[in-house]
């Protein structure tokens, strides 16, 4: 039954996006995919979908970091050659600017993953996936 190497009927089941969006569970769509801000349940609790069966990685993280490091950067940049504010402001800007996206980007990154992991049947290659010439 957690078999998420094995999609029952796609009745019911959100789309990558609304799941990224909303953390729906990709199997029946109810809510509850994160336990936490952006660590996974370890199962739904409405089918009993195993999250912990899905490898999302860091792919998420280290396209964040780019991203949002690449707009503070930007802001930064912005603030200190035209208005040149004290050392607080940078502060008070950049922290949100920073950890906001950061935090939301990487719920709606691992949430589509895993849905779209379990949507395409996606798993580790095993033995009997090796050509052995």
């Known amino acids: ?31 509850g995919l994160f336990a936490g801000i952006a660590h996974f349940a370890p199962r739904c609790e409405k089918c009993g979908l195993d999250f912990g069966a899905f490898n ?8 964040l970091t780019f991203g949002v490091g690449a707009l503070a950067a930007a802001v930064a940049a912005w603030l200190a050659l035209d208005v040149d504010p004290p050392v607080w ?19 709606v990154s691992k949430a589509a993953l895993l849905t779209a992991e379990y949507q395409r049947r996606a798993s580790e290659a095993g033995a009997k996936d090796v050509d052995s010439r």
Do not use: E, H, N
Not at 8 to 27: D, K
Not at 92 to 106: F, M
């Open 1 to 31: 039954m957690t078999d998420p190497a094995k999609p029952s009927s796609s009745a019911g089941q959100p789309g990558i996006v609304s799941a990224a969006l909303f953390g729906l569970c990709p199997r029946c769509g109810a809510k």
């Open 56 to 63: 999302v990685g860091d792919g998420p993280a280290a396209f």
């Open 89 to 107: 402001v940078y502060v008070a800007v950049l922290v949100p600017l920073v950890v906001l996206p950061t935090l939301y980007g990487l719920r």
